[in-house]
């Protein structure tokens, strides 16, 4: 697997990628109706530097990297990550928050934080608190899952 940055091209792999999890709409607080144009638009805003994962020439996930604030906050970072609904299971999560957080320190970040994981993404929270993220809030009934009604999301955090 090789990890680089997002290139105009890849815009409609990404989006390939994110339409399955928007429109599931169970890990990410997006609208589950948000068009191919909006969803681009966010996951490419120009404050977001936009990494790609790819394996045998396909791409197979992607993740942003961002300041979570500005000004007295721009020192912590934050993420986000969607990996193809093919490639799960097969370590690309890792990778990209491995290459996350060696990327966030290489830009001077001093922490990373993920303000919003959704906690019925088990996955996903046995993952980030195996990167060194702890959970140091839990917002209650915050997320109203599809399935589940609500429930809590989670802010995490780690030092770099």
Known sequence: MVIRPANPED???IWRILEPVIRAGETYPLPRDMSRSEA?????APHHDVFVAIETDAIVGTYYLR???AGGGAHVANCGYIVAGRAT??????????HSLARAKERGFRAMQFNFVIATNDRAVRLWQAMGLSVVGRLP??????AQGYVDALVMYREL
């Open 40 to 44: 681009l638009a966010y996951w490419l």
């Open 67 to 69: 300041a979570n604030n």
């Open 141 to 146: 009934g915050a997320f109203l899952h599809p």
């Open 11 to 13: 815009a409609e792999p």
């Open 89 to 98: 299971g097969r370590g690309m999560a890792r990778a990209m928050c491995a």
